[in-house]
């Protein structure tokens, strides 16, 4: 492997030559949690964050985003644009893997003009995870807990250094001229190569199955009475789709002034959780049952974008472990159905062996 390797007592430097550029975003505390925010001194980023409230897609894909405003009887509109440059810093693997979904999804086929524009004018400089965030964190198990593309920039933490690949040529962009760098030497290789050895014992394998089998086994359990079973409890508040890295869902609000000649359309973001999302014209909700719409964000997550797109719509981040109320989380979920599977299987045989 050839890299190159920043001191840590160049980050400041860095992050100040950076900032003369570009807004620079990164994971900083607040209030005893983390968010990826923008900051003007690397004394205000922890890189060794465990994770962050809501995921830095919202740089890419915003909460509320302005699509343009409009003027005047004849029609007269502008397009936003939000395209500052911008360096997202410390990003984790698993989000990395959020956004390659998302960079498909809103690539293919009606390409979604604004997110892409935001996305050409973003540099991802991620950042290799050596321990997990949480307790909720399964992304051994959904092949999330390395990164080989993606990224603009990727670092590791050897210590006293990061060692930092260079991904693109945007990414080395970030470091021309930048005197503190150099090239990586073989005793750094021996180092990463140690380093990255260590990781992957820390990291448990969290689920009971092989994570190729997932789409097969949601497609085996579409009846299952566990959807009911978690619909009872699920309260519907869509707090798991809020912090999720590859939810995409919204809505769009046009607000007009008083005089009605001028006004803006947004879109902002939304949830498959919540009651009202599946109603349409007439008032005919196609998703009225809770757990309906539990059975479709699993379903969402572990069969159906990759059915679209190849590529699993969970990272294993643990966020929506985190933030439910009612402890629903993907891995007790996959695992029960995987575990009500195996016992009908092994009932199935017992009845054939006795027939």
């Not at 260079?166 to 990414?171: A, D, F, I, R």
């Not at 769009?252 to 902002?268: M, N, P, Q, W, Y």
């Not at 109320?325 to 995987?338: R, S, Y």
């Amino acid at each position: 492997m050839t890299f190159h390797v920043i001191p840590k007592t160049a980050l400041p430097d860095w992050v100040e030559r950076l900032g003369k550029s570009h807004r620079v975003v990164g994971p900083r505390p607040l209030h005893g949690q983390f968010i990826f925010d923008e900051v003007t001194s690397a004394g205000e980023l922890d890189l060794s964050y465990p994770t962050t409230v809501l995921p830095p897609k919202k740089y890419l894909l915003p909460q509320r985003e302005e699509l343009f405003t409009f003027r005047g009887r004849g029609g007269e509109t502008r397009l936003a644009d939000d395209g500052r440059p911008t360096v997202v810093l410390g990003v984790h693997t698993c989000d990395l893997h959020a956004i390659q979904l998302l960079d498909l999804v809103f690539a293919q086929g009606n390409r979604d003009q604004h997110y892409l524009s935001r996305r050409e004018s973003v540099a991802l400089v991620s950042i290799e995870c050596l321990k997990p965030c949480t307790p909720h964190s399964f992304c051994k198990s959904m092949g999330t807990l390395g990164v080989i593309d993606g990224y603009d920039l990727h670092l590791t933490d050897l210590g006293e250094e990061y060692a930092v690949d260079v991904g693109t040529e945007k990414g080395q962009a970030l470091l021309q001229g930048f005197a503190s760098v150099r090239e990586g030497t073989e005793a750094d290789n021996r180092l990463f190569n140690r380093v990255m050895g260590e990781k992957w014992p820390r990291f448990p394998l969290r689920l009971d199955f092989d994570i190729t089998e997932l789409p097969s086994l949601l497609s085996t359990s579409y009846d299952s009475s566990l959807w009911e079973e978690l619909g009872q409890r699920c309260l519907a508040c869509g707090m798991c789709t809020n912090v999720c890295p590859t939810c995409y869902c919204f809505n769009v609000i046009d607000e007009v002034d008083f005089t009605l000649s001028a006004g803006k359309r947004s879109r902002v973001w939304d949830s498959c959780q919540l009651d009202r999302f599946a109603t349409v014209a007439g008032g005919h909700n196609f998703r009225a049952l809770q757990a309906a719409r539990v059975r479709h964000r699993f379903f969402r997550k572990g069969k159906y974008q990759t059915d679209a797109y190849g590529l699993l719509g969970c990272v294993g981040c643990g966020r929506c472990a985190q933030v439910c109320l009612v402890h629903i989380t993907p891995v007790d979920t996959w695992n029960e159905l995987n575990r009500r599977r195996s016992v009908a299987s092994a009932s199935a045989v017992v009845k054939e062996a006795k027939a």
